[in-house]
Every structure is written in C-alpha cells, then in structure tokens.
C-alpha cells in the first residue's frame, strides 16, 4: 500500500515537471484543433487534462493554459513515462492495465444547472436546471436527478451546492457539541497558545496482524508516559481481512482507541467516493460490528471513521455516520499552510478548501467531527528549499530516503504547529512503512522520547483530542483533566494466550480460507459484506 501511494506521488511529480517543461505555444503544424484553442477551452478547468486525439499512445494529455503571453490561451502538453498512460478520468498516469479510457478523449462533460444570473429565471424556491427548467430548490444535489437534464446533480462540491452548510456563525456554534472558526485555525476556547496542550496523535491504517503488532509493542510499550502520568495511546483505523482480533482486543484493553478503516478495502476508488449510503453503511457499521464480535469491545467505544484511500464519500458517507452514531470522521486533508486547522464539526461549511481526493467532501450539515489531516511539509531545510506539495500520510512523503530525513521531517513538523496555534499534530501511517527500515522505527521513537522530556507535550487518541476540545484546558490544570484519566496506567494480561485460529470460508471469497483469531468462539462462516456477523446467508 505504501509502495502504491509512493508511486503514485512520484507520478503526480512527473505530471507537474512534464508541464513545466513541455508548454507550447500555438503553431502552425498543430492542425486544425490548435486553431480551435478558445473553443477547447470554453468552460473547461484549467487544471484538467485531455486528448487531442485518441490516434496516439495514450500517453499525452493537454491542458489549457491561461497565463500565455498577452493572455492568449494556450495548451500545455504532458506525457506520462514509458510503460504508463494518462488516465483522464482519474487526472493521473498509471500502468497500462489500469487504464481503460484510452478511447475517451477527456472527462465525460456534464450539462450545469443555471445558478448565478442577472435576473432571476425560476420562482422564488427553485432554481434553474441546464435545460431552463424550474425546480425546487430542495431538490439539488439529494442524490437522484430531477432535472430532465440531470444537471441538479452536477454542481454539488462545498462551494456550489444550493443546500450547502452555512459559513461558520460562532454565535450559533458553541462548544462542547459545535466547533467552527472562519480559516480553521482558531484555538478552542480563546486559549492563549503558550497554554494549549501540544497534541500528537499516531495512527496506523490498516489489517492488526503478526506482520505489526512487534512494531505497536514497541512503540507504545506501557513506560512512555504523558506529563499527567498516564501511557501514551495510539488510535488503529482496522480494515478486517487478515486481522487477528485477539491482537485488536488486547490493543483495547490497554487504552488505544480502535477506529475503523472499512470492511473489504476494495481497491477500486470510485467505489469509495461515489458510494452509496448503503456501501457506507455496509463496509463501516459491518467492519465496527465484527470488531465488537470477535474482538469482544462492549463500551461503544468504536466511534471513527477513515475512508481507505482517504477517497471520502461525501453527503452519503456522513449522513450514515449520523445515523449510526459514529462521532467522527478522520479522512478529509487540509492543504499545507503556513499555520495549521483544528478539528472541526460539519454542522457549518467546512474551513477549508476540499483537498485531492476526487473533491467529494460534504457540502451539507453534519452532526460529525471532522479530524483533519493536516499536510505535513516535506522539505528537508525549510528555510532553504523552495516549497514543495504535502503529504497527509507519513509513508506518502515520497523524498524520505533515511531515518536522520524523517528525523528532520518530525521535528520541523511539531516546530510548525507548536509554534504557531498548537493545533493537533497528526502522524499516520501504514505499518509496513515503519518495518521497511529499522531506523524509520528508532526515529519515531527517539522522536516520541524526545517530546515526552518536555511538560506541554502529549500523545494522545483521535477521542482525546475531542474529549479536550469540548472542554478546553489549559496546561495548568491537564493532571487532573479527568477525560484523559481513563484507562489511564493498564495493568493485568491479555484476555486470551492462546487465542481460536479459526479456518473459514464464505460463498462471497469463492476459493479462499481464511483464519480468523479470536478470543471468542469460532463462526460458521469468514465474516464478509453480506454475511457480517459469520453466522450464515439468510434465505428467503
């Protein structure tokens, strides 16, 4: 997975160098189609690449450039490396296999509704489809098309959709429940910077296996401690296949915090961000009710959400979530800037702009929380090099080569964010990425040591930031923060030594048998979409 993410960063990177150094200006053997720049260009973003034609090898793309000289518009080319081709409706290169749209010379265009004119075209309380039709205005962006034309479902990202969540109102927005600030970067509480609890949240992605857990036991060895004496936690967002459930419960007791990273990962994204409110609730309340099963966690405590590829699901995810009483989600990246955002609550627009991810965040209002995740800055000397893209998940900092970068890379972050709000600062990552090279691991850990000698600083869970931020508390008082006692020093041993190892299959992985470890009786089945619970198909 980290490999993938890698790869895919360094191909971002090709694509921004190949339009730095193959800009063209209009010419006279382009044949027609450079004529017709203007109308090529008409109503099309200037960051979306297309095909001049679908003649060639799939690896050349345009976009319109605008910053011409005199203004003129031209086209800027870019061409994927050999052996990869541009993907249009994905706005990236990839292997061959992958693309399937080389037939397609760009992004299926979609008709928009009329919303902005001079003179109103519709009635009060509706507005105007593509076509010129008048519907309710309630009816835009609800997930089915009323228009003829469909266009009411065309303009629905955070700054278009006419039901769009209202701008952040601070007199209407009160804490413990709402949390909201114009930028983002507003304290909660008012408090004065020097007086905020330094937060840094770890979290891990993915399957808890024999593969990790030597890794987790390492890290979070029960002798760290935070300034009020209690162990540093860590929060898990756990996909379920290949997960040892026996490890997730013990992982439980010791006071992390287990979140969920969906139930069957699937790796198309398109899955992710176009699902529905049934895939929603399928992949993340069936991954939560197979941890509470067989990983036997009672408490309620499973309340957050990670999209895998953090490819969010917009409306659909976060009306389920509501529904299904998760608190918050931890999947939406904020762009790297010079002071970082707080976690926010949905119930007001977002702060910030939707990040990559195929920009499907929501645009309505949500009773949820939303853990953003900062970009981390990359830079190995940021008061040298010039600035570069960030990257929200360790692993994806594509230039980390060796422990004394990622070194660099922690500690400039932590200086960042201590130095300016102290908004939380997030650290999360794949496994695999800290067990490719042993010292990535001892910088982590030397990092962690390091923060634990100071007396503002602490290594908290996703719930503990939330837990904090509904009742702000300044340093002075933080021993006795009686939310962040809990669990506070763990003692006793693990629910099970010798946990089931329990070989099963299921109709939905034809060919496949799987071992399940759990402390808890066997099922009849391996636990999939359909079939959460093990228990077997209902027939009807």
């Not at 949390?179 to 330094?198: H, K, L, W, Y």
Request: hydrophobic letters at 30%; aromatic letters at 10%.
């Amino acid at each position: 997975m980290a490999r993938v993410i890698k790869l895919l960063a360094v191909l971002c990177l090709v694509v921004a160098i190949a339009d730095a150094d193959f800009r063209v200006k209009r010419q006279d053997d382009d044949g027609d189609q450079e004529d017709n720049i203007e109308e090529l260009c008409k109503d099309r973003p200037a960051d979306e690449y297309f095909r001049l034609s679908t003649d060639g090898d799939c690896r050349e793309v345009v976009r319109c450039d605008n910053a011409g000289e005199n203004g003129i518009t031209r086209l800027a080319r870019v061409r994927c490396p050999t052996g990869l081709y541009f993907d249009v409706y994905r706005q990236t290169c990839d292997w061959k296999t992958n693309v399937k749209n080389c037939d397609e010379l760009g992004k299926p265009r979609k008709v928009l509704p009329i919303l902005k004119t001079d003179e109103p075209i519709c009635p009060e309380g509706k507005l105007s489809c593509g076509n010129g039709e008048c519907v309710d205005k309630e009816l835009f962006c609800n997930g089915k098309p009323d228009c003829k034309d469909e266009s009411d479902e065309n303009a629905c990202t955070v700054e278009l959709d006419p039901n769009r969540a209202p701008d952040c109102d601070t007199t209407q927005c009160v804490l413990p429940d709402c949390f909201c600030s114009a930028d983002g970067t507003r304290i909660p509480g008012n408090i004065e910077p020097q007086q905020v609890p330094q937060m840094i949240t770890i979290t891990f992605n993915g399957a808890i296996n024999v593969d990790n857990i030597d890794l987790y036991e390492d890290i979070f060895n029960g002798q760290r401690q935070n300034p009020n004496g209690c162990q540093i936690r860590g929060t898990y967002f756990v996909s379920h296949k290949y997960t040892n459930y026996s490890a997730v419960q013990d992982l439980h007791r010791k006071g992390h915090e287990i979140s969920v990273f969906s139930l069957t990962h699937k790796d198309d994204p398109n899955y992710w961000t176009q699902g529905t409110y049934d895939d929603w609730l399928a992949e993340m309340a069936g991954a939560r009710l197979i941890i509470e099963r067989f990983a036997n966690i009672t408490d309620g405590s499973i309340i957050g959400v990670r999209a895998p590829y953090l490819r969010v699901g917009g409306n659909k995810q976060f009306e389920m979530m509501a529904d299904q009483f998760f608190v918050y989600d931890a999947s939406i990246t904020a762009s790297l800037g010079r002071v970082p955002i707080w976690p926010y609550t949905l119930y007001f627009r977002m702060p910030h702009k939707c990040n990559g991810n195929a920009h499907n965040c929501p645009s309505r209002s949500h009773p949820v929380w939303e853990m953003v995740m900062n970009e981390l800055d990359r830079r190995d000397d940021p008061t040298f090099d010039e600035s570069l893209p960030g990257c929200h998940m360790v692993d994806s900092c594509s230039n980390i080569q060796s422990g004394e970068q990622f070194g660099r890379l922690l500690r400039h972050n932590f200086n960042r964010h201590y130095n300016t709000n102290r908004a939380p600062l997030g650290l999360h990552f794949h496994a695999s990425w800290l067990k490719s090279k042993k010292e990535y691991r001892e910088e982590l850990i030397k990092f962690i040591e390091e923060m634990l000698g100071r007396n503002d600083v602490f290594f908290v869970t996703m719930l503990q930031v939330i837990q904090w931020m509904q009742n702000p508390t300044e340093l002075n008082a933080l021993r006795d923060f009686q939310e962040w006692k809990e669990k506070c020093d763990v003692k006793g041993q693990p629910y099970c030594s010798l946990p089931n190892a329990c070989p099963l299959t299921t109709r939905e992985l034809p060919g496949e048998t799987l071992r399940l470890f759990t402390c808890m009786e066997c099922p009849n089945n391996y636990p999939w979409i359909l079939d959460p619970t093990g228990d077997g198909f209902s027939t009807k």
